[in-house]
């Protein structure tokens, strides 16, 4: 796919300013399919590589970020003892953009509303470089993952069904 290169988005400005490298990339946006595993495909990218951003919510302790491979599905019993709480389950999609300012496909762990506990699945550091979302649907910044969980203050652990 080609360089992004439109107006930088809010990620991008945080990236810039935190001093993080990345790239970006851009795909064309399908309303019929949102998936991360089409992303992958238009970015040329192992859909091990790209992450998508799932915004959940605790029973005792509140909200929180999980970054997952695109292909991979989440264990709630996972991140809820990663996260140290009874339940976890996943916010109603109508409440993202309230939660998160960001709406569905393009929601990036960089630069939500709040800064909340981020968790980010153990394979990120596999690889060099990790695609998450740029903060708006047809955009990616590829960054590595490190750098990345290092400025979200994200915790790297084993959150998919296995």
Do not use: W
């Amino acid at each position: 796919m080609k360089e992004h290169k439109k107006e930088k988005t809010n990620v991008m400005r945080l990236l810039d300013a935190a001093g993080i490298p990345y790239r970006t990339m851009e795909y064309e946006v399908d309303e019929h399919d949102l998936s991360g595993i089409h992303v992958a495909r238009q970015l040329g990218q192992d859909p091990d590589t790209c992450f998508k951003t799932l915004v959940l919510k605790g029973e005792k302790n509140g909200y929180l970020v999980c970054c997952i491979p695109v292909a991979e599905e989440l264990d709630l019993k996972k991140v809820a003892r990663a996260v140290g709480d009874k339940k976890v389950e996943m916010i109603p999609m109508k409440d993202l953009l309230a939660v998160t300012g960001y709406i569905r496909g393009g929601c990036s762990p960089v630069g939500m509303k709040k800064r909340f506990p981020t968790y980010i699945d153990e394979t990120a550091v596999l690889f060099e470089e990790i695609a998450v979302s740029a903060g708006m649907r047809g955009a990616q910044v590829i960054l590595n993952p490190e750098k990345l969980g290092e400025y979200v203050g994200a915790e790297f652990c084993d959150l998919t069904l296995s």
